[in-house]
């Protein structure tokens, strides 16, 4: 705080330190980049599959909902205590020992990625629906006409 470091704290940032931006950033992004776009399609492709009880599960769910982020802190707080949390108590279960969720680098790590994967699926959700939904109708009853089931058809347009 003596002297004006003016853009030194990006140049170490972006340095191969560990605590920097070159260790965690890249494993952040790309994991929770891949969590969500999947999630996001595998519920927006039920969606579209199983539409009534899919999109009634999902309403009482009230993950399409969206909770007020100080709710979902709060649980996710709790999911991640480390005196009594709901994960521990579900993996005790299992024979594995409490884990320091936000304690350790690797598993603060993790339980950051979950949170966002958490926070960050519907909307992938949304935009994979909203292209799925454009998809006309008739495509679907071609296919169904022509008797390929919709692994057959996903097969079949990657060599057409």
């Not at 006409?145 to 996903?154: F, L, V």
Request: net charge positive; proline share 3%; with cysteine.
């Amino acid at each position: 705080m003596q002297r004006f470091v003016g853009l030194g704290n990006f140049q170490s940032c972006s340095s191969a330190r560990r605590s920097g931006w070159s260790s965690s950033s890249p494993v952040f992004s790309r994991s929770r980049l891949w969590f969500q776009a999947l999630i996001g399609f595998i519920v927006a492709h039920s969606f579209t599959t199983f539409r009534q009880k899919v999109a009634q599960v999902a309403r009482d769910a009230g993950w399409c909902r969206g909770y007020s982020a100080a709710m979902s802190t709060l649980a996710w707080l709790w999911l991640f205590d480390p005196s009594y949390s709901a994960f521990n108590y579900t993996l005790s279960f299992f024979g594995v020992g409490p884990i320091a969720w936000t304690g350790d680098a690797d598993w603060a790590r993790f339980s950051v990625i979950l949170v966002n994967v958490w926070f960050g699926a519907p909307f992938f959700m949304i935009m994979y629906l909203a292209s799925l939904k454009s998809v006309p109708r008739q495509l679907y009853e071609a296919r169904g006409i022509d008797g390929a089931n919709w692994w057959a058809a996903h097969c079949m347009s990657r060599y057409r």
